[in-house]
């Protein structure tokens, strides 16, 4: 007779998502399955599915996971500022990268999986990340209010964003070192754009 192997989990569905994003992290999505990450997690094979009924139901598990704690902390960076202020914008942009270099697997699960939209324009899109939205309204209104050409608005939300986005690629690269502060440097080229 084996020995009936227990466990407890507070929050069973939490630890199966942070399984999943590091498997993917790791070794890539192919690897991914319901049972590498009930092994990670040092549960039986069938727990998985007390939360998720497929390999595909964890992904959106996982993308829902990262995209409302990315939101939570860029919406508290915003908290005590001006509006569309130049302050804003500096202070998403670091609060954007600080979040990745925390959560270096969210960044590459996010931003090399095709499992989110990103739209790049100056009209709202529905099925737009939702994270980007908060930074493109932020962006287009800091720019309105400066009364930057109509022209030349698209391309300063681009660079903008490619700037937040690149900076916080490169503080992600575990091959990519650098002895400075990336959370200064983002401020910095934010502030001389």
């Given at each position: 007779m084996g020995v009936e192997k227990k466990y407890h989990h507070e929050n069973l569905k939490q630890e199966l998502i942070e399984a999943g994003i590091a498997i993917i992290g790791e070794e890539?999505?192919?690897?991914?399955?319901?049972?590498?990450?009930?092994?990670?997690?040092?549960?039986?094979?069938?727990?998985?599915y007390t939360h998720f009924q497929s390999k595909e139901d964890l992904i959106g598990g996982i993308q829902n996971y990262i995209t409302d704690q990315f939101l939570t902390i860029l919406h508290a960076s915003q908290e005590g500022v001006e509006p569309y202020s130049d302050e804003a914008i500096f202070r998403l942009g670091e609060a954007y990268m600080q979040f990745f270099i925390e959560h270096p697997y969210y960044f590459r699960f996010m931003f090399q999986t095709p499992y989110m939209k990103i739209h790049i324009s100056l009209e709202q899109s529905d099925d737009n990340f939702p994270p980007?939205?908060?930074?493109?309204?932020?962006?287009?209104?800091?720019?309105?209010?400066?009364?930057?050409?109509?022209?030349?608005?698209?391309?300063?939300?681009i660079n903008i964003w490619a700037t937040v986005?690149?900076?916080?690629?490169l503080a992600t690269q575990e091959n990519v070192l650098y002895e400075g502060n990336w959370k200064?440097?983002?401020?910095?080229?934010l502030r001389n754009q």
């Open positions: 890539g999505e192919r690897q991914l399955s319901l049972r590498k990450v009930a092994a990670r997690c040092n549960v039986s094979q069938a727990a998985p980007y939205e908060i930074l493109r309204k932020l962006v287009l209104g800091n720019l309105e209010r400066r009364k930057v050409p109509k022209e030349s608005i698209l391309h300063m939300l986005q690149g900076i916080t690629m200064e440097e983002v401020g910095n080229i």
